[in-house]
């Protein structure tokens, strides 16, 4: 097992990275001194995976646990499906010490995470991600959260987990897209910070394709590290956390214009990190060769790297941009590579550059 640390003094937490782990949730779980009860909130393709498992784990180390099944899909990342986790909570009677397991994808974590921020002013909570995205990504930096009609994460708060336990069997079970679609923040790392991840991604694509799990075992973890580090400086995203944000500002407004509906996010922001790299070469002069090679991993990941805008489509994803929320007064600021492995957040880019970029 790899352990990665996310050092943040009272708030510090382990990510357990390793091949069946879902067995010895129970035992991590007492090492943390937690209250009897808890709650795992799964959805339903996840429940049926593994929901007994996960069940039978707390139970052997002593636990009383509850599951509580939501819907599949980012629309169940609701204040609705929020409400019905409180209510249920409630009828368990769940206490200030009891806890809170989030079993499955980004959908679930995010939205677990929020109901135990939540409920009783904050429950503990544990992270045990299930897709690509949800271990190197979303269960790291406790950003819990749910969607509004009027968009993406616009309710949510800082909860750090506990712990987050990274099953690398798990992955065996996830359709092939939702896994090409991880790959997408996998390649993200190398990009921002390391380009001897880039490196080593461009040689073992194949064995993670396979998903081999001593290779998925490096990576899982250097990625972690990458994220716990940028966290560690920057919890609450004044700055430097941007960086985690390299390919979302396009991809963001790609997945909005098109409804939530056409793509995943992993390659919505595929899409948004090559036309990212495009920019960087016209902005800070990010080498040619390098973008090539940027475009050629996602590709070979089996990611789409390009769309296809008429006009109209291209108006719409210029204005959505404009509405992301991570826009300061009105002006769409980019992280930008100088070089695979450094970026830089807070770059203007005109419009016209921009509009300019994204049909190439
Ligand atoms: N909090 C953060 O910092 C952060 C960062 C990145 C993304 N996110 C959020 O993450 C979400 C996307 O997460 P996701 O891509 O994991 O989507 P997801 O949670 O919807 O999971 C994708 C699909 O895979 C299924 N699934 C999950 N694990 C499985 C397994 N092991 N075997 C078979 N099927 C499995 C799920 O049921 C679902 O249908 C978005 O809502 C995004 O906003 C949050
Ligand atoms: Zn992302």
């Known amino acids: 097992m790899r352990i990665v640390r996310v050092p943040l003094g009272q708030r510090s937490y382990d990510i357990q990275i390793g091949t069946g782990l879902l067995a010895r949730l ?18 339903r393709n996840v429940a049926r995976h593994f929901g007994s498992a996960a069940h039978k784990a707390l139970a052997k180390a002593g636990f009383a646990a509850e599951l509580i099944t939501i819907p599949t899909g980012e629309t169940a990342k609701s204040l609705h499906t929020v409400e019905a986790c409180y209510n249920q909570l409630a009828a368990q009677r769940l206490e200030r010490k009891s806890f809170i397991v989030a079993l499955g994808g980004g959908v679930t974590g995010d939205l677990a995470g929020f ?13 045990v991600p299930t897709t690509l995205l949800a271990q190197v990504d979303s269960s790291v930096g406790g950003k819990v959260g749910v969607n509004l009609a009027a968009g993406k994460n616009l309710v949510g708060a800082f909860h750090q987990p506990r712990l987050v336990l990274c ?11 939702e896994y090409r679609a991880g790959l997408a923040e996998v390649i993200k790392y190398g990009i921002i910070c390391d380009a001897g991840l880039f490196r080593l991604l461009e040689r073992d694509l194949p064995r993670l394709l396979r998903r081999e799990p001593r290779s998925l075992a490096a990576v899982v973890a250097r990625c972690c590290e990458i994220k716990a580090d940028v966290v560690r400086q920057d919890e609450t995203e004044s700055g430097l956390r941007a960086i985690l944000n390299f390919g979302h500002t396009i991809g963001h407004a ?3 214009i098109s409804r939530y509906g056409k793509y995943l996010h992993g390659e919505a922001i595929a899409i948004g990190q090559v036309a990212a790299a495009k920019l960087s070469a016209q902005v800070l002069g990010l080498p040619g060769a390098d973008v090539a090679r940027i475009e050629r991993l996602f590709e070979r990941a089996g990611l789409p790297t390009r769309v296809t805008l008429n006009a109209p489509q291209r108006r719409q994803l210029l204005a959505a941009m404009r509405l992301d929320k991570k826009v300061s007064q009105g002006e769409v600021k980019f992280v930008l590579a100088r070089r695979i492995g450094a970026v830089e957040f807070g770059h203007p880019v005109p419009a016209a550059l921009l509009a300019g970029t994204i049909n190439h």
């Open 115 to 127: 109901v135990a921020a939540t409920y009783l002013r904050g429950l503990p909570f544990v992270q």
């Open 26 to 43: 129970g035992g991590a779980c007492a090492r943390l001194g937690l209250g009897r009860r808890c709650a795992i909130i799964a959805d």
């Open 254 to 256: 790609l997945e909005a």
């Open 167 to 177: 099953d690398l069997h798990t992955l065996a079970s996830l359709p092939l897209r």
